[in-house]
């Protein structure tokens, strides 16, 4: 039988595997010379949820939300977006239990979104601030993709989404 508080540690357990791997590539972000026009980095998460895998994706966004493409200035700066990180496995399961978790899944749906929600942004954010993003200059979010709010990592806040 499955229960939230299961899934919960589960999920945190399963992220914590690609915590380096995501700091590492946040790293790399944070020395990227982005666009002058670059405000903020909206950072969204797509979520596959029958293959369980996250993937990251980063957009480089004016002051309006507008999506500022490298190649208007050249290979000088960074912009666009990026793939941070694809298919990391949030959730492992044992082929014969797909069916219980289903079943726990379909009566439990509301728990299990808000637990990916609570879980994966917290995780990021900790990834993060351990890869030294306070000192990151940009202001920066992380959402779900096609989400109406995203969490700003640096003033702690969740806001609508306009980006």
């Known amino acids: 039988m499955f229960s939230i508080q299961d899934y919960t540690e589960t ?4 992220l914590d595997k690609h915590s380096e791997d995501v700091i590492g590539e946040l790293k790399q ?7 002058p026009e ?12 029958m293959a369980f895998e996250l993937t990251i994706m980063y957009y480089a966004l004016d002051a309006d939300g507008n999506e500022r493409y490298y190649d208007e ?4 700066y960074a912009g666009g977006s990026e793939e941070v990180a694809e298919d990391i496995a949030y959730f492992q399961l044992p082929d014969d239990a797909f069916d219980k978790f289903e079943a726990f899944r379909e009566l439990q749906d509301d728990a299990v979104e808000k637990v990916d929600e609570q879980v994966m942004i917290a995780w990021f954010s900790d990834c ?3 890869a030294g ?3 990151f200059p940009l202001e920066v ?9 995203a969490y ?4 702690g806040t969740w806001a609508e989404d306009r980006d």
């Open 11 to 14: 999920v945190s357990v399963c």
């Open 29 to 35: 972000i944070f020395q990227l010379p982005f666009l």
């Open 38 to 49: 670059v405000k903020k980095i909206a950072f969204r998460m797509f979520k596959e949820p």
């Open 73 to 76: 200035m050249g290979d000088k």
């Open 128 to 130: 993060f601030k351990r």
């Open 133 to 135: 993003g306070n000192a």
């Open 141 to 149: 979010n992380v959402g779900f993709h096609n989400d109406v709010k």
């Open 152 to 155: 700003s990592i640096k003033r």
